[in-house]
């Protein structure tokens, strides 16, 4: 089982950029789906995530809703997650996760970690 995160880069404030995790090893379409970050001296921290049911209910931070956007594609075992009008503190190593959950996912139900991509915001 592999989850595999792609799409980070550098970018000015108010840009954007798109991530992509692709799953692989079984399907993901009953699992929660994720995003975490971690920020240099941050301990890692959520971001967003979307449930399989419910039409796809899907949970923010506080410091992100507005701005970002998470979805899933069952069918390509993939979770995205769409940033917007980005900050210099949305600067951090995004991974993606994928586990069990009532409703957000957390580090503790986590099961399954990407190995991180690099998001860096310019002022």
């Known amino acids: 089982v592999q989850l595999q995160a792609s799409g980070g880069g550098l970018v000015q404030a108010g840009g954007s950029l798109g991530l992509s995790c692709v799953a692989s090893?079984?399907?993901?379409?009953?699992?929660?789906m994720g995003w975490f970050r971690q920020g240099p001296g941050k301990e890692r921290e959520f971001v967003a995530s979307?449930?399989?049911?419910?039409?796809?209910?899907?949970y923010y931070a506080d410091s992100v809703q507005g701005r970002f956007t998470i979805s899933r594609s069952n069918a390509k075992n993939t979770v995205y997650l769409q940033m917007n009008s980005l900050k210099p503190e949305d600067t951090a190593v995004y991974y993606c996760?994928?586990?069990?959950?009532?409703?957000?996912?957390?580090?503790?139900?986590?099961?399954?970690w990407g190995q991180g991509t690099q998001v860096t915001v310019s002022s």
């Open positions: 090893g079984r399907s993901f379409s009953r699992d929660v």
């Open positions: 996760a994928a586990g069990s959950s009532s409703s957000r996912l957390a580090r503790t139900t986590a099961r399954y």
């Open positions: 979307i449930n399989w049911w419910s039409g796809d209910s899907a």
